[in-house]
């Protein structure tokens, strides 16, 4: 058995690590349950395992029963509802959380292994300050009052100077955007770098542009009788991951059929019925020539187009018809007559029948329109918020007009941010409440000097390892006149916090609280409370405790929006208008207005005579309006006048379905660029020659138990898996004479193309690595996991790289040292070889486009 021991801190003692004498399961169960996640789902299969855990910690011998204390896991962006078990103060294990309606008590593999970076002996625990050249790693202890004395005086100093924007925050995965907002607006900057770009830009652009109020689909899988995936690997990387995959085996239970797209044989590639191996980019194509067969077949639901698309179906035939299967074949490499086929069967399962689509389609040059055209396929078939459909919730996490945010509020700031607007990709920022900043480019810019920063924060944002263009990243990091002072909150060392000047230990999401919940899978909304299972270890803090008192210290007025004492008070103000309110979120971790009803066909809701009283309507059009739009100033439209009936309608500027988009293209009249109003096939330019055999397509993709930076420090999963090789077709390898376990040399381009930030064609990087042979991938493309790689975090981010002390570190005497088998193991960042390659329409990330040569060494 893995024994995890604990060394008490120096201020916060802590239990003596003591063997149980006898407890749930061990270490090779552990890696049985990641087998069983690997080799079919996250779901189901691990489920059943994962109800009977493993102990997370030693249980002292003088305790036996344990306290039930539910929270939200986040380990990955899915924030699944969970339960920490304690007992004499430790955490025992997690399990699931019955409560929560999207995961419903299930657990996956990464959510098990919490405990085990609760308890990494190379956590943060301390903060630190630099005391040699930034990036040598040497470092002092340092108290709190010092680390706010000196945070304060340099970010006032920028705030009274009248330059609130030099100040910039860049946040990864923020689960806590109350407190981030409230911080960042009371400061009064702009400069909020999110990393949408990095993530689903590219579809939320496409979603939001065809339906309005949401840039999310919520596939109701569970009642679906036929299921098309294009490049979403739910079974072990969606954003919606457990929820998704258990009510997708729910439906495949019921007889379901699934159909992938896919470049790779994922886990859910082998969980469908069919699987068909396409090249990159080429997904929106294979709809477009669906929607052709639909189109012509008149399999289309006709009479819902007439009624809610703002498109004449004629007109929709005309415009696909020169998307033939046949050209899609020689594209994709998807047979004709199979498009033909999946297409009929798709319209024969309407309503019952939804696409979900993923990075594998939207990550590209080409993304948004990929993703409009794979949109446009469930609105042909008028699936569109009907039961097992294709559907949506206006409400991304909870209903905030419910549960609205404590006054006083600040409001948001008047200064501009040339990198947060990113004007040069004209759909970034363009949909009102919809957060979409091109990450990638923002390093790039700050290089260039497009916007001074006196001062940068990051936030559980590793953007020295996760962001494309690596190299540049930690050189624009390690420059102190392009960055003169630089703060990282995270809760390991990381290549980030490398480059930073202080250090903040934050504590990890089984020590703190937020309020959180998740796009509703099934269809009605609610709210989640995590909270802390354990008190925070060493000096760690949240940023809950961090930001009230940095405000206080800068003063201005800031300290106005902190008027709470701890963030306990702030959260009994916050949950005031749930039945039971806070103390209801403590003891059950959820809660769910049991009157709502799932968001079907929202559209259709008739408006009730208040809400038509003082209205006014264009006769031409049917739209119904009334009052001002508060963000535009303009008429607020509240409905349209279809058939004499007073509907609620899609929230589009034609209350429609908007297969065509006159918005996106005035969005692009502003900034000078062309965007097609209708889904289009727009080909990859660096994809559209003749390759050499030694040059190929580098895709990416995650391994189920990891997941972005948040996961490597965990012993547990690195023990699943921890190397990375590149994957290649077998007869690819056959060509150069490359067997499975050589070595070989990937080198990367930017695409010479215009369009792209640097796109002249030039070498990014190269790198050393192994391969292994499958005959699971595309023949024109090597894939390389980018969840490794790491040169500093402790032995165990880093295969044994790096085993140096810290004084941010607690005292390394964790026995499983000794016992790191995958030591040396291959890992390699992957990050560093991508260019930066947004899509020119929205800002996306391109991550499986980099085209790059490879040679045998």
């Known amino acids: 058995m893995t024994i995890d021991t604990e060394i008490p801190d120096t201020k916060t003692p802590e239990p003596a690590a003591q063997e149980p004498e006898s407890w749930g399961l061990g270490r090779r169960d552990l890696l049985k349950i990641g087998a069983a996640a690997g080799a079919a789902i996250t779901g189901l299969g691990a489920i059943e395992i994962v109800r009977n855990p493993q102990p997370s910690a030693p249980v002292p011998k003088d305790s036996v029963k344990s306290t039930a204390v539910p929270s939200m896991c986040q380990m990955c962006t899915t924030a699944c509802g969970i339960v920490g078990h304690v007992a004499g103060g430790r955490l025992l294990k997690i399990t699931g959380n019955p409560e929560d309606p999207n995961s419903q008590g299930a657990v996956c593999g990464k959510g098990v292994a919490g405990p085990s970076v609760l308890y990494d002996p190379f956590r943060m625990l301390y903060p630190l300050k630099r005391v040699g050249e930034r990036g040598s790693g040497k470092w002092r202890r340092i108290s709190w009052d010092d680390a706010y004395s000196e945070i304060a005086e340099r970010l006032k100093e920028i705030r009274e100077r009248g330059r609130p924007e030099e100040f910039a925050f860049q946040q990864g995965r923020n689960r806590s955007a109350d407190i981030v907002a ?58 919606g991951h457990i929820p998704v995959a258990i009510r997708m085996m729910r439906a495949r239970q019921k007889g379901a059929k699934l159909v992938t797209f896919e470049t790779r044989m994922s886990n859910t590639a082998a969980l469908s019925d069919e699987w068909f191996c396409v090249k990159p980019g080429t997904d929106g194509l294979i709809a477009l020539a669906m929607a052709n067969v639909i189109c012509r077949e008149k399999l289309w639901d006709k ?57 594998g389609s939207q990550s590209h040059r080409n993304g948004y329109y990929n993703d409009r055209a794979i949109t446009m396929l469930n609105a042909l078939v008028g699936n569109m918020g009907k039961e097992g459909g294709w559907c949506w919730h206006p409400q991304s996490a909870w209903d905030k007009k419910a549960i609205p945010e404590p006054e006083p509020v600040p409001e948001k700031p008047t200064r501009k941010s040339i990198i947060a607007e990113a004007k040069d990709w004209p759909l970034a920022n363009a949909f009102p409440d919809k957060k979409m900043k091109v990450a990638q480019i923002v390093y790039l810019w700050i290089k260039e000097r497009r916007q001074k920063i006196s001062a940068l ?266 190397t990375n090789p590149a994957l290649l ?49 595309h023949p024109m493309v090597i894939a390389i996991a980018h969840n490794a790689g790491r040169s500093v975090g402790g032995s165990y981010a880093t295969n044994g790289k790096d085993s140096a002390d810290n004084p941010g570190y607690g005292e390394l005497t964790d026995p499983d040292l000794d016992r790191l088998w995958w030591k040396g193991a291959i890992s390699v960042p992957q990050n560093d070889l991508l260019p930066i390659y947004p899509d020119p329409v929205a800002g996306g990330q391109s991550y499986h486009d980099t085209v790059v040569q490879i040679r045998k060494v």
């Not at 590219?202 to 109701?220: C, H, M, V």
């Not at 934050?506 to 299972?533: H, K």
């Not at 509907?647 to 965007?675: A, L, Y």
């Not at 077998?730 to 640097?758: C, H, M, Q, Y």
């Open 182 to 239: 409230r911080f960042l607006n009371s400061f009064g900057t702009p400069s909020h770098f999110n990393h949408r770009a990095l993530c689903s830009l590219n579809r939320r652009a496409a979603i939001a542009t065809t339906i309005g109020e949401s840039d999310w689909d919520l596939g109701d899988f569970e009642n679906s009788q036929y299921v098309l995936t294009f490049g979403s690997n739910w079974a072990e990387a969606h954003q």
């Open 303 to 359: 009479k819902w187009l007439d009624t809610w698309s703002n498109y004449p179906a004629e007109k929709i035939a005309e415009h696909v018809a020169q998307y033939t299967p046949e050209w899609a074949e020689k594209e994709s490499g998807v047979p004709a007559e199979d498009i033909s086929r999946i297409a009929r069967e798709f319209a024969a399962a309407a309503p019952r029948s939804t696409t979900i689509c993923n990075r």
């Open 457 to 722: 924060m990051t936030y559980n944002a590793d953007t020295a390892w996760s962001f494309p263009e690596g190299k540049l990243v930690r050189g624009v990091l390690k420059d102190e006149e392009l960055i003169p002072f630089h703060v990282c909150i995270d809760v390991m060392y990381s290549e980030t916090s490398h480059l930073a000047d202080i250090i903040l230990p934050w504590a990890t999401y089984l020590e703190r609280w937020d309020i959180d919940s998740r796009p509703p899978q099934g269809l009605v909304d609610y709210v989640g409370l995590r909270q802390p299972v354990i008190p925070p270890r060493g000096q760690s803090k949240d940023i809950r405790d961090i930001f009230p008192e940095l405000a206080r210290r800068i003063g201005g007025g800031m300290e106005e929006y902190f008027p709470w004492k701890t963030t306990e008070e702030y959260l009994e103000e916050y949950f005031k208008p749930i039945p039971g309110g806070f103390a209801h979120m403590k003891a059950k971790g959820i809660y769910i207005d049991p009157a709502k009803k799932p968001f079907y066909e929202p559209y259709v809701k008739r408006l009730t005579p208040d809400e038509l009283d003082g209205s006014r309507e264009d006769t031409k059009t049917g739209i119904i309006y009334k009052g001002v739009d508060e963000k535009t100033g303009k008429p607020a439209a509240i409905g349209i006048r279809l058939n004499g009936i007073a509907r609620r309608g899609f929230i589009t500027p034609s209350r429609k379905v908007e297969i065509h988009s006159d918005f996106v293209v005035g969005k692009g009249k502003e900034v000078g660029k062309d965007i097609e109003p209708l889904p289009v096939y727009e080909p990859i330019p660096s994809h559209q020659r003749d390759f050499p055999d030694d040059y190929l397509i580098m895709t990416s993709y995650k391994i189920n138990v990891h997941n972005g930076h948040r996961t490597m420090q965990s012993k547990w999963l690195q023990e699943i898996s921890h």
């Open 729 to 777: 077709n077998r007869a690819t390898a056959d060509k150069l004479d490359i067997g499975d376990g050589d070595w070989i040399e990937v080198t990367s381009f930017r695409p010479n193309d215009a369009a792209i930030p640097g796109g002249d064609g030039s070498e990014v990087g190269t790198m050393r690595t192994r391969v292994r042979l499958t005959e699971g991938l």
